[in-house]
């Protein structure tokens, strides 16, 4: 039933339900909170198959029919290997035959307006620096680029998710979504991806520029909004002071998403579904257009919680984000802050003398193996 007929199969629902004159609303996928407004929902997905089973299909499905409140879908990712089309996602092309069922699925979650995206970066280091953009950054390179549009249109996403977690220059940024901006209209997504220690006021994180300055130039205007990675040791203090340190910095707070790991296994930095949902309180009483939550990644979500469904994590994070929040008398609620325990990782380099950022910086860089960090950070400096 959740294939490619599925909408299909509601429209002949909704007609034999009609013919009975029933109401129609009980058999249609629930009603999709508008993706143009806040908060946003957001799932990233990166696994497609289950690990056991290769053949096997992990559904995006259940994150539409099962009225989680999802708002955007991200896929991830996309990375650029070569020039002439040589472009990945994760290990093989975007049109390999193993992703069929998941842009089929894409196309039922668009149609019922929720946003699909394609993230582009992240971990694996080379989309960027010297292929989308030259070394300098000034320009953009169309051989490496063009495929890239061709890829995008030909999958017909909503958007895309620069995810730069190499050293770049801030023109390369700024020149890659002046470009998509103009090659995609007004209506396409751009979103970046910063580690959240890049927002506050000096901030730095995987990028090599100043999110500050980006946000301040006129190309920043053109971002749609900020999925900060608020995990990995790159968090100062708790959630919430780590989120408005960067609105401090003006980063409105409907241009900032608060991303969180919603399973232990994805990362470091895990931070309870109770805790995340009581942040999403703190934040929603703050900020009257709090921008949202993302969840890296789908397919192991709520696992520390007990759930036995990913999506039933993603709805868990709605219902917090998209309920009414009791009112509460501020003078009398303690209020609790939500601090993400520092990886083991990163508190060890920081016992040898370094910052958290330098360390969770070289910490993500060499892949959460600590005598690598160790090794990057020596040969730094
Ligand atoms: C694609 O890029 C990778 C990484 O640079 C390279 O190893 C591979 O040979 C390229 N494939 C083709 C068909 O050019
Ligand atoms: C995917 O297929 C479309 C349509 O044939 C093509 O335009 C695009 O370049 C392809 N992408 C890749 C990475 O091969």
Request: glycine content about 10%; aromatic content about 8%; charged content about 25%.
């Amino acid at each position: 039933m959740l294939n490619s007929s599925f909408t299909s199969f509601f429209a002949t629902l909704a007609f034999i339900n009609t013919a009975l004159s029933l109401p129609v609303t009980d058999l249609l996928p629930p009603p999709v909170k508008r993706a143009d407004t806040t908060p946003r929902l957001i799932q990233y997905v990166q696994t497609f198959h289950p690990a056991d089973d290769e053949d096997a299909h992990l559904s995006i499905l259940p994150l539409l029919n099962k009225d989680t409140g999802i708002t955007h879908v991200i896929l991830a990712a996309l990375h650029i290997n070569g020039p002439d089309g040589n472009i990945t996602l994760n290990d093989e092309n975007p049109n390999a035959t193993t992703f069929d069922r998941t842009w089929e699925e894409a196309a039922t979650l668009q149609q019922n307006g929720v946003k699909v995206m394609v993230m582009m970066g992240g971990a694996a280091t080379g989309s960027y620096d010297g292929r989308l953009c030259s070394t300098n950054g000034r320009s953009i390179q169309d051989a490496y680029y063009l495929p890239l549009v061709s890829t995008l249109k030909y999958r017909n996403v909503d958007g895309i998710d620069l995810d730069i977690e190499e050293p770049v220059a801030l023109s390369c940024a700024q020149n890659l979504i002046r470009r998509i901006r103009q090659d995609f209209g007004k209506d396409f997504i751009i979103t970046m991806a910063p580690v959240a220690s890049d927002l506050p006021a000096g901030g730095s994180g995987l990028s090599g520029f100043s999110y500050s300055r980006l946000e301040r130039s006129r190309a920043g205007k053109l971002v749609n909004w900020y999925n900060g990675q608020y995990y990995s040791g790159f968090v100062q203090g708790s959630l919430e002071e780590s989120y408005q340190a960067g609105v401090a910095n003006g980063f409105k707070p409907e241009r900032v998403v608060l991303g969180v790991l919603d399973s232990s296994n994805d990362g470091s930095g895990y931070v309870s579904l109770s805790d995340v949902k009581e942040t999403i309180e703190n934040l929603k009483e703050d900020y009257r257009k709090f921008g949202g939550v993302d969840g890296w990644e789908y397919f192991d979500a709520g696992a520390d919680e007990w759930l036995s469904k990913p999506w039933q994590w993603t709805k868990q994070i709605g219902k917090a984000l998209f309920g009414k929040t009791e009112k509460r008398d501020v003078q009398v609620r303690e209020r609790k802050l939500h601090t993400p325990k520092l990886p083991g990782g990163v508190a060890a380099l920081m016992a040898k003398g370094h910052d958290q950022i330098t360390a969770a910086r070289a910490l993500r860089m060499a892949k959460g193996d600590e005598v690598e960090a160790e090794r990057m950070l020596k040969e730094g400096s």
